[in-house]
């Protein structure tokens, strides 16, 4: 996460002559074969670029909405333990936000730009977030199967051929972990429970079933970006690829619970050690993508009432290091300790 | 579109001993805020005992394209390190 406020700029994509560029481009792709990582003052394609900001910051984007359905049981979680427990854990979604627009600031867009994008519509973000938290037992799906699901995508992206990526997505992944599994422990707390708790929860999994196995994205034939992305080592498996490890992994779990999934096709294939499943309601995922899901207008409303409400504070906080000249009150220097402590 | 806070590089000493590592950038308004949004956003988990924040307009760094002038009268000089001596294996405390 080194920013592009550093003090030259990348130069731009057409600087160089025809011939300079074909070189660039070949020494580009030749150190991405070699698996090395691009970082922010690295030379990159402007299309390397543009794919990077547009993924980053949606990823950014779906960690901000993705604090809402969840905090929505903030102040009606069953327990103190658990109302701490999902404090902590939409916290780090906001957390992981940040991290990730940082990131994507290196590709020199500015943050501000990118909220704009968001509160106004253009941006997307993950469709799983816009479908509502109708009990408590759909917290509890969220971190089994939304965490699983995102933990499934994201640990390839570690290893994303672009630095300051692949850093914030080591730093999410050790995070997320946790979120998965608070999430499968209070759903195996309402499988072991009451006969009303245990409806509760496979309620809860009929509805979050498949927008967790859409959240992959289109199948491979349908995916535009796949292909390019796979060539630049931003992506390293395909949706499809990784739609399927989620499937293989979390048909078990629900077994464990005593829990049935949504799906009458879904079957264990001997022959390619895989769970088949029946079609994907594609219709749906791309309703929902568009802006007609159950929650898109309520999500959206609620980014701009909080940026709003906020705008004072801004402004206030502006204000103010304007007055102090930008250092604050009580900030020390650290400089002198570097030198006492550092130098040779 | 409203103005963003400067930009801030944050570096954390994960304990006392080690030196201060950068971890990532965040905006605000100034040194001290930022050095509070750091403590939200980088050490949620203990990761420190101490942060530091500099502005990131106040980093000057290489530039990549001249990363070969710079560090490329290095290679040729493995006489700088300890391998590059052969010692008969008789020899001790070498």
Known sequence: MYTQALDSPVPEDGRASPAGQAALERRFDERIERDEKIEPKDWMPEAYRQTLIRQISQHAHSEIVGMLPEGNWITRAPSLRRKAVLIAKVQDEGGHGMYLYSAAETLGVARAELIEQLLDGRAKYSSIFNYPTLTWADVGAIGWLVDGAAIMNQIPICRCSYGPYARAMVRICKEESFHQRQGFEIMLTLARGTAAQRAMAQDALDRWWWPSVMMFGPSDAASTHTAQSMRWRIKRFTNDELRQKFIDVTVPQAEFLGLRIPDPDLRWDEATQHYLTGPIDWSEFKAVLKGDGPCNQERLQARRAAHEAGSWVREAAAAYAAKHGGRGPRARSAASFASREEAP | ?94
């Open chain 2, 1 to 94: 579109m409203s103005e963003d806070w400067p930009l801030f590089e944050v570096f954390i000493r994960a304990r006392s001993g080690l030196e201060h590592k950068h971890v990532g950038s965040l905006h605000a308004a100034d040194a001290r805020m930022a050095i509070e949004h750091a403590r939200d956003v980088y050490t949620r988990r203990q990761e420190g005992v101490s942060l530091w924040v500099v502005r990131s307009s106040d980093i000057v760094a290489s530039d990549p394209e001249e990363a070969e002038a710079l560090f490329e009268p290095a290679r040729d000089k493995v006489y700088r390190h300890p391998t590059f001596y052969a010692i008969p294996d008789e020899v001790k405390n070498l």
